[in-house]
């Protein structure tokens, strides 16, 4: 009888101290602001959100933003790269505190990560001929069209779903832009964030057409769940780079727009 008295004895102080220690759990923004750096995760090969310039610096939209997002916590940022596919699993396993690389808020997600408020709105976009006066608004207004798509591509898969658009894929870019300058298609489908950035470097006769309905879609920062203080520290400091500009400053100086504000598709 002593002895299953002092096993139950054990087994309740046991659990009595993981419960203490669970909830006093440390909050990520203490871990946070005692480090002085906010770990940031990202590919840093994806212009031009996040890449190495020539002089191996991390440069980009996603870099600046992650930047900002450090000063208004009063921290300095800390990059971490890695390939996309491992990014969400790094982030869970406390590799980084947050991934900043145009990961899409998706309900599927959002059951396993918080997220900050969208920093950025993106959607499906028509690349046209620069003297192309046609305006499409929808894959059906596509039908009989010759449709140019990356190769693998979301796009792709978009643009076969519809019976009657001529789909061309190409192998990259460049390959697809050719054929859209030379009227071997009709249009090319890319990312709306990408469009822009796109045409400003690319110094071809094209320009950006019509959203596709639909197709929107928003990008925000996620992070590892059960940490209030820091989701909230989090979401005040993007609110707070929306309402002074930052934001709005760090798209046009990458894209020559404002990226950062809702599509309305």
């Known amino acids: 009888m002593k002895v299953k008295k002092a096993i139950l004895f054990t087994v309740l102080s046991v659990s009595a101290v993981c419960a203490t220690l669970g909830a006093h759990a440390e909050d990520l923004l203490n871990t ?43 921290v300095k940022p800390k990059f971490y790269t890695a390939e996309w596919s491992g990014l969400i699993g790094g982030l869970q396993a406390g590799k980084f505190d947050v991934v900043v690389n145009q990961v899409s808020i998706t309900p599927q997600r959002r059951q396993s990560l918080d997220f900050s408020p969208p920093y950025a709105y993106s959607a499906v976009q028509v690349l046209q001929k620069r003297d192309d006066k046609q305006e499409y608004r929808s894959l059906e207004e596509l039908k009989g069209k010759r449709v140019a798509v990356t190769l693998g591509s979301n796009f792709a898969d978009l643009a076969k779903s519809v019976p009657g658009i001529i789909v061309q894929t190409y192998p990259g870019m460049n390959e697809a832009l050719g054929d859209l300058v030379s009227g071997r298609a ?30 929107s879609n928003e990008i925000g920062i996620p992070y590892r769940k059960g940490n209030p203080d820091f989701s909230a520290s989090v979401n005040g400091a993007m609110t707070s780079m929306r309402q002074d500009g930052t934001l709005a400053t760090i798209s046009k100086k990458w894209f020559g727009t404002d990226v950062t504000r809702p599509v309305g598709n």
């Open 32 to 74: 946070v602001k005692s480090r002085g750096e906010l770990m940031i995760g990202m590919e840093g090969t994806y212009p031009p959100f996040n890449f190495r310039d020539q002089n191996g610096e991390l440069q980009g939209f996603d870099v600046d933003v992650g930047k900002a997002l450090a000063s208004k916590l009063g």
């Open 186 to 215: 009709d249009a090319y489908l890319n990312d709306r964030l990408f469009v822009p950035y796109l045409i400003k470097t690319a110094n071809v006769p094209v320009r950006g057409g019509g959203l596709l309905k639909n197709t």
